[in-house]
């Protein structure tokens, strides 16, 4: 496979549940991040990995639990989500954070729904 | 903070129109990064344009053109002879001087082209 690459595309759980979403690059690049994007509101960063540490978490709840165990895989991990968690999430992965001129490669999106 | 409007949410052409979607960038840093990135039905973005702030050429490849205007703070995204293939969800956004992850996306604008 190329690129980067999301499961599940869907997913349905209930607010009790635990669930994880994976993200798996294959380009060679040493950064990676969670993107939300929800129904008319701009894409969100969730947080960022540079050579597995995390180096960013933009106030996301805790309810919320990312994990990078190596540069061409990261998770997040879902428990007690509340309906409004519901949207798209995207994961992208770019060479590094320090040149402005990298460009972030997106995956396809697991698409959430919490009841 | 830096910001981005789209004020186009949507717009509907016809085949083989010229279409141009508006991108308004707002920003302190006299170094930053602005792209454009397409969002077909499938969910992945792909990445269309990175200008960084000191070259104001407008560039073309293909039927895809871009308009920057530091003056008016604008990145345009022209696409001439429109067709139904384009029909996505455009996103401009921009990033400051050395955090290139930190993208500050816009709210997108739906184009859909009819045949």
């Known amino acids: 496979e190329t690129g980067v690459t999301q499961t599940p595309r869907h997913l349905v759980m209930g607010m009790t549940n635990k669930k994880s979403l994976k993200c798996e690059q294959h380009?060679?690049?040493?950064?990676m991040y969670w993107y939300k994007q929800s129904a008319k509101k701009p894409l969100e960063l969730m947080f960022v990995y540079n050579f597995k540490e995390q180096t960013e978490n933009n106030s996301v709840p805790s309810r919320f639990s990312p994990e990078c165990p190596n540069s061409s895989h990261l998770f997040l991990h879902l428990h007690t989500l509340q309906p409004e968690d519901s949207a798209l999430y995207l994961c992208?992965?770019?060479?590094?954070?320090?040149?402005?001129?990298?460009?972030?490669?997106f995956g396809a999106g697991s698409r959430l729904t919490v009841l | 903070a830096q910001k981005v409007t789209q004020a186009q949410t949507e717009i509907s052409v016809v085949e083989k129109e010229d279409v141009t979607l508006d991108c308004v960038y707002e920003t302190r840093d006299t170094t930053y990064y602005l792209f454009w990135y397409k969002q077909p039905p499938s969910g992945e973005l792909v990445f269309l344009i990175r200008r960084n702030s000191f070259d104001e050429q407008n560039e073309i490849s293909g039927r895809y053109s871009w308009n920057f205007q530091k003056s008016t703070s604008s990145f345009n995204f022209t696409i001439t002879a429109s067709q139904v293939v384009d029909s996505a969800v455009y996103f401009c956004?921009?990033?400051?001087?050395?955090?290139?992850?930190?993208?500050?996306f816009g709210k997108g604008t739906l184009l859909t082209v009819n045949p």
């Open positions: 380009l060679g690049h040493n950064a």
């Open positions: 956004a921009l990033s400051e001087g050395g955090s290139n992850y930190k993208l500050t």
């Open positions: 992208a992965s770019s060479q590094g954070v320090s040149s402005g001129a990298n460009v972030l490669t």
